[in-house]
């Protein structure tokens, strides 16, 4: 990132070249913001800081940068602020669509996080992380039979982490009232990796759900002993209690 800020430390520098070559050509905001970078001693400070720059396409590339920053610090708000500058400057911004979304769920509005992502594939994204995405975003919104065609095109585009996808994956025949083929995956996961927590809770919820209590507890005692400092292990005790009463 620090070598992002150099390349545009050597940008406003040659804007003051062009200054001094034709006065009066440069706008005044690009005029001020070469000042700002020329004069700082924190360029990512002052690129994080400083304002949005109004010009041709490529500017783009700071604000998504700014945000892609910006949602590392958990700053989803600024996030959002950047990366709307980037794709209001380039259109076909696709990237930016995505990190866009990534903030949007971040402060918790998945509807438009979903469009978002809608826009970003529909442009061409060929980006797996994105399918699955937006697959967890649907199957939150209810879409379940299109979060299923999503870990399809994640698998599709070579997803590298197989476990999460068979995960969501389950997750949708479970909402598609296919718990059979959910309870198939939880078990083929569970028997290449016992230890797999998320299985374990998941396969036990959904076996409580069936009233299967006897199975459901043993996934639950299990997942409370691997994993106690887990944040849904009350959930699980919790859970456990109801199957044993």
């Known amino acids: 990132l620090r070598w992002i800020c150099a390349c545009y430390m050597s940008a406003a520098r040659r ?8 006065p009066g050509v440069l706008p005044d905001q690009v005029r001020a913001w070469c000042k700002t970078m ?21 500017y783009a590339l700071v604000d998504h940068y700014r945000g892609v920053i910006f949602s590392s610090r958990g700053q989803h708000e600024r996030a959002l602020e ?18 866009q979304a990534r ?20 442009i ?27 870990v ?14 068979s995960i969501v994956e389950a997750l949708c025949y479970a909402k598609l009232n296919d718990p059979e083929r959910a309870f198939e995956i939880y078990d083929r996961l569970l028997e290449l990796n016992p230890g797999h927590v998320d299985a374990l809770s998941n396969r036990g919820w959904l076996r409580m759900y069936h009233k299967r209590w ?6 639950f ?22 199957c044993e009463q």
């Open 15 to 22: 804007f003051g070249e062009m200054d001094l070559e034709a």
């Open 214 to 219: 006897e199975a459901a507890a043993r996934d």
């Open 82 to 99: 950047a990366q709307t500058a980037a794709v209001r400057k380039r259109r076909e911004f696709k990237q930016a669509y995505y990190e």
């Open 152 to 165: 399809k095109s994640a698998r599709r585009l070579g997803y590298t982490n197989r476990s999460e996808l």
């Open 103 to 122: 903030a949007l769920i971040g402060l918790n509005r998945p509807n438009e996080a979903l469009k978002a992502l809608d826009e970003s594939l529909v």
């Open 221 to 242: 005692r299990r997942f409370i002993e691997l994993a106690p400092q887990h944040p849904q292990v009350e959930a699980a005790r919790r859970f456990l209690r109801q």
């Open 38 to 58: 020329e004069t700082t001693v924190d360029p990512l400070h002052a690129l994080l800081e400083g304002e949005s720059l109004e010009l041709d396409p490529e």
């Open 124 to 150: 061409g994204l060929a980006n797996p992380t994105a399918y699955l995405l937006r697959a967890r975003l649907r199957l939150q919104l209810g879409l379940s039979r299109a979060a299923l065609n999503d």
